[in-house]
């Protein structure tokens, strides 16, 4: 393979499948463990499976999976590939894996990870038409022997566990809507996709743009978590929406997972877990372990007691579950994710996938500026998927410390984006 085949597929030229309404169908779901149904689609270059996983081996793995066609599958339909992995390490010789992703001959994306992780890729329809099966082909080049770092008899190529795959089809609705947003489209703070010019006074210019003052419009998003900065942009604007997720952090994987399982089981009071943080006055936070949520309960030391808590946030996290639930049937609300440290476009898929197939949902994922992308721009990559610039966010050691007017501009450009997509004023 030549070297420049292994870069990275950038977002931004992810072809578009349409303007209109994007559906996601779950295609085939491979489990990796001793009892799954792995066997059917493993070619080259795997280990033996074990309970939960099977490693993948050597420079290379191949799995075979026949290409889904019917009827039903349009010649504009595309795929998503995610795969729940975690890598082979050993700090400080071997920190990350590296993987590149062909499918049918065509590299799709490539990916380094330090860290279990959920990463997707994007296959486009011709690369699938073309052909009577899919032939994916993980190269992992930092393979390693357990045993040149502990002593262990382990002497296979390790690259990484594999627990499941998934195969998505993006099935895109008619484009017959009085307003579309093709991928591309941006709105900014200055001149926009409406030439309007910039405005002095913030308020009015959001005003003027979505008919919301800054409260109503924070309350049409909902964070998905990391930490609580969101949370707190509501509460600066006088918005206090109930948010399962408005003041917690979890992980990604843990995100996806709740959001596949309806969050079930959250909120059984042998799981919910208050501790006392901080410096005098000391606050209790709660710590959820079946979701692995960790959150602010805004109670210090001496007002309540343990049993007390954790009865209290047990009931409240049951009750904001359901809450939860019927917001992402319903598609109304904008689901923020954001994290301080850096996201890979292949870590969005996985939570866009999730999303997307509980209902018409728009995920928000917000980044630091980068180049040709202003502050507060936002700018759609797929439908039903758009990505916020922000100036900077909140420093760790000060979670008040955010940037209030970026925010606003980035909503209020979110919300204008999701309204054309979705044919509203």
């Known amino acids: 393979m030549k070297q420049n085949e292994c870069a990275a597929v950038s977002v931004y030229r992810w072809p578009s499948i349409g303007s209109g309404r994007m559906t996601v169908i779950l295609e085939r779901a491979i489990d990796f463990g001793a009892t799954g149904n792995s066997q059917t689609y493993l070619s080259d270059g795997w280990a033996q499976a074990e309970p939960a996983f099977t490693w993948a081996i050597g420079a290379e793995s191949q799995l075979c999976i026949p290409a889904p066609m019917d009827a ?44 279990s992780t959920l990463l997707g890729y994007r296959i486009p329809a011709a690369s699938v038409r073309q052909a009577g099966q899919l032939t994916i082909v993980l190269q992992h080049p930092d393979a390693a022997r357990p045993s040149d770092f502990t002593a262990t008899e382990d002497n296979r190529l390790l690259a990484f566990s594999l627990a499941e795959a998934r195969l998505y089809r993006l099935s895109a609705g008619p484009a017959d809507r009085p307003w579309h947003t093709p991928p591309g489209t941006m709105m900014d703070w200055g001149g926009d ?63 996806i997972r709740g959001l596949d399982t309806d969050f079930e089981g959250l909120g059984e009071s042998e799981d919910v877990e208050p501790y006392l943080s901080g410096d005098a006055p000391r606050e209790y936070m709660v710590h959820e372990k079946k979701f692995g949520l960790v959150y602010h309960s805004f109670i210090y030391e001496g007002q309540r007691s343990i049993w007390l ?6 009931a409240r996290l049951k009750y904001l579950r359901r809450e939860f639930v019927d917001e992402l049937a319903d598609g109304e609300k904008i689901f923020i994710y954001k994290r301080n440290a850096p996201v890979t476009d292949e870590e969005v898929l996985p939570l866009l996938m999730a999303l997307r197939r509980r209902g018409d949902n728009t995920l928000l994922w917000v980044v630091p500026t980068e180049r040709n992308r202003p502050p507060g721009t936002v700018e759609v990559l797929m439908p039903g998927l758009l990505k916020g610039y922000m100036d900077r966010f909140a420093p760790e050691n000060n979670a008040y410390g955010f940037s209030f007017d970026n925010w606003m501009k980035v909503c209020t450009n979110a919300l204008a984006l999701t309204r054309l997509a979705k044919g509203r004023s």
Not at 92 to 115: E, M
């Open 309 to 314: 808590i954790r009865e209290q946030e047990a």
């Open 72 to 115: 039903d599958h349009a010649a504009t339909d595309e795929y998503i590939l995610t795969l729940d992995l975690v890598p082979f390490v050993h700090a400080p010789d071997l920190i990350a894996q590296r993987l590149i992703v062909s499918v049918n001959g065509t590299v799709v994306g490539s990916s380094s990870f330090a860290r």
């Open 193 to 255: 996709i409406f030439g309007m010019p910039q405005r002095g006074d913030l308020a009015q210019w959001t005003m003027d743009r979505t008919k919301l003052d800054f409260a109503q419009l924070a309350e049409q998003f909902e964070s998905l978590g990391e930490n609580c900065e969101f949370g707190l942009v509501q509460r600066r604007t006088g918005a206090e929406p109930l948010g399962l997720l408005r003041f917690s952090s979890t992980f990604m994987r843990s995100l």
